[in-house]
């Protein structure tokens, strides 16, 4: 089965810069046009990320957070804090649902029992939940939630692109762990069937470790599925 390589995104323009110990795809999404950007998931090595962003001359204007686990969230605080000094104004951390806040408002310690550095706890500006609609670079983002793996994952869905950033939901043939505490399996399973499978089988999926795949394809051949 083959995979799409970075999809045809109606416009926009998007780079996977992979970033801590647990390889997770933090995401830079942006308009050639205006050069701004949005960020998800900046789980840690901000200066890769302030690096790559340089690089192409972008101007972020949010952050946006799947959810509250260390390796999507650790370098949130820190990247902002780094754009506001660079770019002036004010640089938002969206997401996830409030639910995961018991994550975000741990990731220091989180870190530190990993012996991990440069991870930090999280203050988001906004919390979302399932059905809001974000603006941003010129498209409406929807946001789903997607319980399981956490209890406050979101899905950002962007359906003009038929392109949604899943973060550790469903992945190429697996889906997200749910051996935590507050994990629920079933729940994860359910979600994935009620709010993923109906975006449609050509929506192309990128999860937040591994590569890149569609809908259908998991439809067809994901065994957690099945």
């Not at 220091?108 to 991990?116: D, F, K």
Request: net charge negative; proline share 8%; glycine share 12%.
């Amino acid at each position: 089965m083959s995979l799409p390589s970075v999809p045809d995104l109606a416009g926009l323009e998007l780079a996977i810069v992979p970033v801590t110990a647990f390889g997770q795809n933090c995401s830079i999404l942006w308009d050639p046009a205006t050069r701004h950007a949005v960020v998800v998931d900046p789980g840690g090595d901000v200066p890769v990320l302030l690096h790559a962003l340089a690089a192409r001359d972008l101007t972020v204007e949010c952050i946006l957070l799947t959810h509250g686990h260390l390796d999507h969230a650790g370098g949130a605080d820190a990247l902002r804090a780094e754009l506001v000094r660079l770019q002036g104004g004010t640089v938002p951390i969206i997401g996830p649902d409030a639910r995961d806040a018991f994550l975000l408002s741990d990731i220091a310690a989180q870190a530190a029992r990993y012996g991990l550095t440069g991870m930090g706890d999280v203050t988001v500006d906004r919390y979302v939940t399932d059905g809001d609609v974000l603006p941003l670079l010129g498209r409406s983002l929807a946001v789903l939630h997607v319980p399981g793996h956490t209890p406050g994952h979101v899905v950002f869905h962007d359906p003009k692109a038929r392109f949604a950033f899943v973060g550790d939901t469903l992945f190429r043939g697996s889906v997200g762990r749910t051996d935590f505490p507050y994990g629920n399996g079933p729940q994860l399973l359910q979600a994935i069937t009620d709010r993923l499978l109906p975006l449609g089988d050509d929506v192309t999926i990128l999860p937040g470790h591994g590569d890149m795949t569609t809908i259908g394809a998991e439809r067809r051949s994901n065994p957690f599925l099945r």
